[in-house]
Nanobody
Framework: QVNLVESGGGVVQAGGSLRLSCAASGSIFSINAMGWYRQAPGKQRELVARITSGGNTNVADSVNGRFTISRDNAKTTVYLQMNSLKPEDTAVYYC??????????????WGQGTQVSVSS
């Protein structure tokens, strides 16, 4: 069993900052990649940022230069530092872990989502 616990969402004024965290726990041997996705009302879920086990990152053009993805040394916690937030960043943010290797299996997992609301 793998659990993902997200934290750090909230309400902030435009121009403000928030830091999201997502911690994976369980009998985990390795994780191929961890990332953040978001879904605004009436829109499809979209990739925000992703980091691989090798440290390669990709960040959506819409947040590039404002958001930074990072992880801890154990590679089981991923962070999303969000600066210069805009109202259009308002969405539910979901953590995703890819290729989570446990005893006898490898699967992807989603977090429960955390709301980020940016007021103008």
């Amino acid at each position: 069993q793998v659990n993902l616990v997200e934290s750090g969402g909230g309400v902030v004024q435009a121009g403000g900052s928030l830091r999201l965290s997502c911690a994976a726990s369980g009998s985990i041997f390795s994780i191929n990649a961890m990332g953040w996705y978001r879904q605004a009302p009436g829109k499809q879920r979209e990739l925000v940022a992703r980091i691989t086990s090798g440290g390669n990152t990709n960040v959506a053009d819409s947040v590039n230069g404002r958001f930074t993805i990072s992880r801890d040394n154990a590679k089981t916690t991923v962070y999303l530092q969000m600066n210069s937030l805009k109202p259009e960043d308002t969405a539910v943010y979901y953590c995703k872990t890819e290729g989570v290797a446990t005893i006898g299996s490898s699967n992807d997992y989603w977090g429960q989502g955390t709301q980020v609301s940016v007021s103008s």
